[in-house]
């Protein structure tokens, strides 16, 4: 008796065991909103640090927002690019956490290495009260399954090209992924503002990281509130494995090594503008970063330039520079110039408007046709454009005329090409509210667009009527600028670097070998004709001892 009331009493417990676990697994997890202290603690960092931008009601409304392009994250959309949870779906903690800690590169989000993990993780905790989907125990988020990189090869990259083709990443990314499918154009957020795609051949630019598990978390999650899907579903890890390798590959893992000078090979062949790029093989290239005219009015926080590969050489007679850089298209038409005037209001527009290919927050499915609404924009009412500055003197010293087109008492020489024209043109800075035509049609060039890049040639003679002569040898400060038509970059409004330098490799560089093998000859000569004179002292002297004393009868035999 007493054996059956143990196995019924063990059978009863094992009963409400597995009824509470049953009823615990349809229970929704606790949202993780943190106290009330945590997120007391991080309104006031907010409010202190980051309401700037996104305003103090969490609607990316902030004073500064009107300048900045991509526009404050808006938290009461509950919208986040970057997440390890699935798409449309809030991001976690830890996934605030990260992006407030490392930043978003090449926008206004900076990274805050300075804050403590408590500091940061109240500032998340407090994010989650502008969106009452945080709160809400059916939108508790959960992380994707993000499995650990396989080792990359040179079949996943192969197969990975293929599937970034069939599966219509060229349609926003391009052929080359440099940002300029047919589509790009075209796209907008869930806000309907225009948003380009990522240039992938330029990792250090992607906002979630640029490493292969980067990657591949965003080819897995989507980005939220922009046309570029998760593909978690669609495609096996394998397949996207293979995407992120492609994708690696395109930009490789030596970031932009920006340098701060120009190097000027010497050619012997006459420079050929017919052969464009040509002329520059043997020149080493170097790439400088743009940033945007904030100084003077009116502003360009963020230029979709961020920088220009700079290779250049000279001959007997000139000196050329090849100017590259990628954009979504080649606007040549409209109109450009380095004084035309932008309305001060234009100055709290962002994001250039764009032609609706899909409605807004419907993100573009890579397999699907693309819709019947036109893929391209309409042309814009301004072209690209380029220049390159120098000093109109040689300097002599230490001080440089001022960077934004020079100043009253050192002026700047400026090539200027409008690219929906045949020739560059040459102005005189004075300062950015003066500058002049000065055009001696001295400076050519050529320019041409392919597959999301531009490449630009100016050539000059190294002696010109005026400006400032070029010479072996010699040092001379060179600023890029670079407009965007697109953007409807002009003027003042344009994307520029700083002042850097261009140095003219002498005709022919000397060899270090031959110096040293005549100073070693030299100095070995030396050490045997002393060291010869030395021994001959020895072996001489005692002789010379003995003649003297026989001769003096002082020998005794």
Known sequence: MTSRLMVRWALAVWIVVVWAASAGSGRAAAP????????????????????????????????????????????????FKIRTTPSGALPTHQDLVNVIRRGMPYTSMPAWPNFSDQDVSDIAYFLTTFSADFSNPDKVPTTVQLPGAPKVTKESIALGKKLFEDNGCIKCHGTLGRGDGPSAPTLTDDWGRA????????????????????????????????????????????????????????SGSEGPRYTNLVTVKHVLDPIDLAKGAANFESARAARFPIIGQITEPVREFHPPTTSVMVQAVYDAD?????????????????????????????????????????????????????????????????????????????????????????????????????????????FTGRGSQDVAPNDSGEVTGVATYDQGEWS???????????????????????????????????????????????????????????PMLKTAFFILAAEVIVIGWVRSRRTRGPSRTLETAGASGDINV
Request: charged residues 20%.
């Open 32 to 79: 993780d909103t943190g106290t009330d202290a945590q997120r007391e603690a991080g309104k006031k960092l907010y409010l202190k640090y980051c309401s700037q931008c996104h305003g103090e009601n969490g609607d990316g409304e902030g004073y500064a927002a009107p300048h900045l392009r991509p526009r404050p994250r808006n938290f009461t959309s509950g919208k």
């Open 195 to 250: 948003i380009r795609p990522a240039d992938l051949t330029q990792s250090w630019t992607f906002r979630g990281g640029s490493s292969r598990e980067d990657v591949f978390r965003s080819m897995t999650t989507g980005l939220n509130g922009t046309p570029m899907p998760g593909f978690g579903d669609a495609l096996p890890p394998e397949q996207r494995w293979a995407i992120a390798d492609y994708v690696d590959s395109l």
């Open 318 to 426: 000139s000196i050329a520079f090849l100017v590259r850089w990628h954009d979504l298209r080649p606007d040549k038409e409209g109109k450009n110039g380095p004084s035309l005037q932008v309305p001060p209001e234009e100055e709290e527009e962002t994001g250039a408007p764009a032609a609706a290919a899909q409605a807004p927050g419907a993100p573009l499915n890579p397999f699907e046709e693309a819709p019947a609404a036109p893929t391209s924009a309409p042309p814009s009412e301004f072209s690209d454009a380029v220049a390159i500055q120098i000093p109109s003197q040689a300097p002599t010293g230490a001080r440089k005329p001022y960077f934004i087109f020079g100043d009253a008492q050192n002026s700047v020489d400026l090539w200027f090409f409008d690219l929906s024209r045949p020739q560059p043109v040459q």
């Open 456 to 514: 630009v040639v100016f050539k000059r003679p190294l002696r010109p009527a005026s400006g400032a002569a070029l010479a072996p040898g010699q040092f001379m400060p060179v600023a890029f600028s670079v407009w965007d038509g697109f953007a409807r970059e002009r003027g003042n409004r344009r994307g520029l670097s700083l002042w850097y330098s261009l140095y003219l490799e002498p005709e022919e560089v000397p060899s270090a070998v031959g």
